[in-house]
């Protein structure tokens, strides 16, 4: 009986060592832990190797700044495949697309339908530069995006979350 405790107590040790080796795998383990940092990385590689494929100058856009100037546009629209449509329609693979049609039944102004425009990233270009220039009567009312750069980078944002393909 009285052994009792003392075996226990070996064993306790015995254990306890276990478990210290054991933490030791588990901290060398650890140390390879930025894995979730790592396994983010990989979209961000998406994301640039998808910019590579652009057309120039697009392709050397600064996608951070994009997405900061993006901010002026997501009050009103939605980029990824079958987001919803708000004040402006939802933008999924809008390079290549008609101007006006589709986006899961967006009510249009006529002007913009009847254009017949099929967007470019230079007519994006043209587009946010001042909307009501591009097609008169549109009901976007967004004042214009007046920085060459910003445009470039927001529209080379727009197409690398929009599910571009290169032709
Ligand atoms: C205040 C809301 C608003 C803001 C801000 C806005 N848009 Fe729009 N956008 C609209 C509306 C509304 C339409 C539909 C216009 C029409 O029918 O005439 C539209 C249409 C568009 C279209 C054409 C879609 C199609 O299917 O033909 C594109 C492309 C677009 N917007 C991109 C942008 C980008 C990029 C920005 C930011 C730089 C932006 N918009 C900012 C409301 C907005």
């Known amino acids: 009986m009285r052994l009792g405790p003392i075996v226990a107590a070996t064993a306790l040790a015995m254990f306890a060592a276990a478990c210290s080796k054991s933490e030791t795998t588990t901290?060398?383990?650890s140390e390879t832990a930025p894995a979730p940092t790592a396994a983010?990385?990989?979209?961000?590689e998406e994301a640039q190797k998808?910019?590579?494929?652009?057309?120039?100058?697009?392709n050397t856009a600064d996608l951070s700044n994009g997405k900061?100037?993006?901010?002026?546009c997501q009050s009103c629209h939605t980029l990824p495949e079958g987001g919803a449509n708000m004040t402006g329609p939802n933008l999924w693979r809008i390079v290549g697309a008609e101007a006006g049609e589709g986006r899961n039944g967006f009510k249009f102004s006529e002007a913009l339908e009847e254009s017949h425009i099929t967007w470019?990233?230079?007519?994006?270009d043209t587009w946010i530069t001042k909307p009501q220039d591009m097609v008169p009567g549109t009901k976007m009312s967004f004042v214009g995006l007046k920085d060459a750069k910003d445009r470039t980078d927001v529209i080379a944002y727009v197409m690398v979350k929009t599910g571009y393909k290169p032709q």
């Open 50 to 58: 998808l910019l590579a494929s652009l057309p120039a100058p697009y």
């Open 68 to 72: 900061s100037k993006f901010a002026l």
């Open 40 to 44: 983010a990385a990989p979209s961000d």
């Open 27 to 29: 901290s060398g383990e």
């Open 120 to 124: 470019t990233p230079d007519k994006l």
